[in-house]
């Protein structure tokens, strides 16, 4: 068990970073029987009040976390990106745990970094990968590797939205703070997904239409040699609405999985035309805040006890180092349109 994190006594919660994500947090920690928010840290005057006064609660309010070090058992580092590596240190080489919001950083150093503090520190580190806390991902997950399907011959993933995510901080329009664009901000979260399932994949390339700035769509190809191998896509836009889900091909039938914390997963058998099969995980779905309780709650646990949490740091390690092949493996759209017309 980390020292200093009693089991009975409520885990002392601090949220770094009051931007709009850090509010889900706090509702999550307020619905949780574990946590107890005690301190709220932001170097932006107002942010950290407005928040305490939106949930009506009365922590500590400080503008570094080295106000309230001493005081509290674990953060929530939800901050720009590029800021994760910095403060995740301090934290935890203040004796802290830390509950760092996706991506772990803004590159494979920052998670090298991190992994090698904490280990230094003898304290916790989870990732924010939130959606791989729903029962039909687990479920998914799970029939994938037992090869539930049959053999996997390729798979396609979409997410669009018009605009969408505006963090308070703008830090997600510099590729420097954000550590990249649409991939970056939402398109990590089923990189992630994709990792749990498949493992590291053998080949990935992506096209895009940055110009120097962060992207706003995105195409990510990958190549996979386990199975008999197989190949899979990932469209993510921040200028189209694309319906969000993923279809998988196997040697048995059709997986479909939308995007949603509630939905079920649908398998079209090839030998059974017109036959569509509903798979759930036992009981009730969660709804989608009761994911963040669940990822609270299992950081907390993680913290106290000796096992690793849900998403580790090698975990968010990984998808840093996909992120960074894909970048540097990326062909920009016009490149690519050309291509396709010779």
Known sequence: MNAGVERGARFRLAIIGCGKVSASHVEAALASDLAEVTALVDSTPGRAQALAERFEIMPRLAGDIADVAGSVDGAVIATPNATHADIAERCLLSGINVLIEKPLGVSPADGERIRNAAAKAGRTVAVGYVSRFRGNVRLLGSLIRERYFGRIHRFAYQFGTKGGWAPLSGYNLDRRTSGGGVLVNTGTHFLDRMLDWFGYPDEAFLTDDADGGPEANATASFRFGAHGGFSGIARFSKTVALPAGFVMETDQGLVMLKDRSDAPILFRPTRAAGLVHSLSATGAQPASGDEFVQQIDDFISASRTSRPPFVTVE?????????????????GARLAEQEAVQ
């Open 315 to 331: 975990q968010g390690e990984l998808s840093l180092r996909l992120i960074d092949d894909l970048y540097r493996h990326r062909r």
